[in-house]
């Protein structure tokens, strides 16, 4: 099992996310993930996230969701609403 992750490694990876999933999410979402990220918003910055790769049904791999339940975790956040994104295989 994987140590907690420190203050400043959580809030990187997080701000990092925006870029992974910039082919999948529709661009105004774009925008405001990358602000909500410039301003330190990572509980809306995840949240919006997943909304927006559920509506419209992007496709993450099983790598990308265990990132984002780690991510949801290490922010205290729950967990929930990733079981209905869209895995590929």
């Known amino acids: 099992m994987r140590m ?19 082919g999948r999410v529709p661009e105004d979402d774009l925008v405001g993930l990358r602000s909500m990220a410039g301003g330190g918003e990572w509980g809306e910055l995840l949240d919006l996230l997943i909304a927006a790769l559920r509506v419209t049904r992007s496709p993450v791999s099983a790598a990308e969701i265990g990132q984002l339940h780690e991510l949801l975790t290490a922010w205290g956040l729950p967990t929930e609403q990733l079981t209905d994104l ?4």
């Open 4 to 22: 907690s992750m420190s203050d400043s490694e959580r809030a990187a990876r997080t701000k990092a996310l925006p870029d992974t999933f910039a």
């Open 86 to 89: 869209l895995v590929r295989e």
